[in-house]
Nanobody
Framework: QVQLVESGGGLVQAGGSLRLSCATS????????MGWYRQAPGNKRELVAA???????SYSDSVKGRFTISRDNAKNTVYLQMNSLKPEDTAVYYC?????????WGQGTQVTVSS
């Protein structure tokens, strides 16, 4: 059974930092580009960052320059380093494939940024 396990969320003040982690199986991780999504209450889920198998990265305009996505091939884990957090970054964050061929969604991890 495919599993995506997100962790690392929490409550942080504006301007602060968090690092999210997403672990999955080796078969999934080694074969796919990976992405981080977020969904705020009342909003659609949006892709905010992606990393290819080769390490190339891309970001949405809303997080570019503040967030950094990376992957550790030895640990089958993808990370999202989030700096200079803003209240509008408050959302549940998920990892998944950065395409419409989604894997079953994990439980996500809540990020709350206070002003």
């Amino acid at each position: 059974q495919v599993q995506l396990v997100e962790s690392g969320g929490g409550l942080v003040q504006a301007g602060g930092s968090l690092r999210l982690s997403c672990a999955t199986s080796r078969s999934i991780f080694s074969s796919n580009d990976m992405g981080w999504y977020r969904q705020a209450p009342g909003n659609k889920r949006e892709l905010v960052a992606a990393v290819s198998r080769g390490g190339s990265t891309s970001y949405s305009d809303s997080v570019k320059g503040r967030f950094t996505i990376s992957r550790d091939n030895a640990k089958n884990t993808v990370y999202l380093q989030m700096n200079s957090l803003k209240p509008e970054d408050t959302a549940v964050y998920y990892c998944n494939l950065p395409t419409r061929a989604y894997l079953p969604w994990g439980q996500g991890t809540q990020v709350t940024v206070s002003s």
